[in-house]
């Protein structure tokens, strides 16, 4: 069982930044691929941005050059920068990791964080 918790969502104006953290309660080295998704209202939760335990990572094209995903083996953490950032940004950002057991893969997810990009 991982347990998963979000922080630094908020309301931001366009064109500023925040950084999303997410605290895992398991050793991250154990988990093979943690991520970011997104769920803006009436949509669907679609991935921004994943990083595998090798340290390869992945991108939403809306998120290419923007946002920057990293992961701290020593704080159990993975984080999110998000950067110039636009309204089309705003929705519930989750946390997520898959782990791979010896028969099966789970997925984890937190509660979400809201970011609101407005003026």
């Known amino acids: 069982q991982v347990q998963l918790v979000e922080s630094g969502g908020g309301l931001v104006q366009p064109g500023g930044s925040l950084r999303l953290s997410c605290a895992s309660s398991?050793?991250?080295?154990?988990?093979?691929?943690l991520g970011w998704y997104r769920q803006g209202p009436g949509n669907v939760r679609r991935p921004v941005a994943t990083?595998?335990?090798?340290?390869?990572?992945d991108y939403a094209k809306s998120a290419e050059g923007r946002f920057t995903i990293t992961r701290d083996n020593a704080k159990n953490t993975v984080n999110l920068q998000m950067n110039s950032l636009k309204p089309e940004d705003t929705a519930v950002y989750f946390c997520?990791?898959?782990?791979?057991?010896?028969?099966?893969?789970?997925?984890?997810w937190g509660q979400g964080t809201q970011v609101t990009v407005s003026s």
């Open positions: 997520n990791a898959e782990v791979k057991y010896t028969s099966r893969i789970e997925n984890y």
């Open positions: 398991v050793d991250i080295k154990s988990i093979y691929q």
């Open positions: 990083i595998r335990n090798t340290g390869g990572t």
